[in-house]
């Protein structure tokens, strides 16, 4: 049971550099999202994409873009990173009907 | 807009103890209402959830959650602490039936012996 995989677990950058995260899920869910997690402040909603065909912006989805390949996978991308995106950044999925998100182990990104 | 907040940033329990994680939300309709736990290096898995009914919910691991609608608040207790619940733990609302969650900046667990 694989469940939802991020790759890579840990990655470094300089700032101005690009980097697309992985996330894709075998469980067949519709929704799929980038979350960002950041010391005291929980977890915030970067985009989200409810169904294939579909993404929309969350709480912070400046700096960021997003593509649905299909549906298993949604690609996160920075296309300049900056410091401020240095977080933990989380994929999840979840059924259309229903609530319960499933969460991949996280990507760690450090932007210096 | 809706909200959720965890009082407590840092909770020391004892081994064997009772726990008690605080969680407000603000939210005009009964929201959807959830508890995460997160361990060290992990993604976060859900403990429990209420959608409606009854209010005391039951979850994995042991734990229980009461929703209180008078309170906004939705707590999370376990009767007896085990070193394995050392952990973060999320409060998380949901407004929508696909799952777009607000989260808690969430309380540190630790357990001494």
């Known amino acids: 049971n694989a469940g939802v995989t991020q790759t890579p677990k840990f990655q470094v950058l300089k700032t101005g550099q690009s980097m697309t995260l992985q996330c894709a899920q075998d469980?067949?869910?519709?929704?799929m999202y980038w979350y960002r997690q950041d010391p005291g402040m929980g977890l915030r909603l970067i985009y989200y994409?409810?169904?294939?065909?579909?993404?929309d912006k969350g709480e912070v989805p400046n700096g960021y873009n997003v593509s649905r390949l299909n549906k298993r996978e949604f690609s996160l991308r920075l296309e300049s990173a900056a410091p401020s995106q240095t977080s933990v950044y989380f994929c999840?999925?979840?059924?259309?009907?229903?609530?319960?998100?499933?969460f991949g182990s996280g990507t760690q990104l450090s932007v210096l | 807009a809706q909200s959720v907040t965890q009082p407590d940033i840092h909770i020391t329990v004892s081994e064997g103890a009772s726990l008690e994680l605080r969680c407000n939300y603000s939210?005009?309709?009964?929201?959807?209402l959830f508890w995460y736990v997160q361990s060290p290096g992990q993604g976060l898995q859900l403990l429990l959830k209420?959608?409606?009914?009854?209010?005391l919910v039951q979850g994995i691991k042991g734990f229980e959650a009461e929703f209180k609608r008078s309170q906004s608040s939705f707590n999370l207790r376990k009767p007896s602490v085990h070193w394995s619940d050392a952990a973060e733990y999320f409060c998380?609302?949901?407004?929508?039936?696909?799952?777009?969650?607000?989260f808690g900046a969430g309380t540190q667990v630790v357990v001494t012996p």
């Open positions: 999840a999925s979840s059924e259309n009907v229903g609530t319960e998100l499933f």
């Open positions: 469980m067949n869910h519709n929704s």
């Open positions: 994409s409810a169904s294939e065909g579909t993404t």
């Open positions: 939210y005009g309709a009964t929201p959807y």
């Open positions: 209420y959608f409606s009914g009854d209010t």
């Open positions: 998380a609302v949901g407004a929508d039936s696909w799952g777009k969650l607000q």
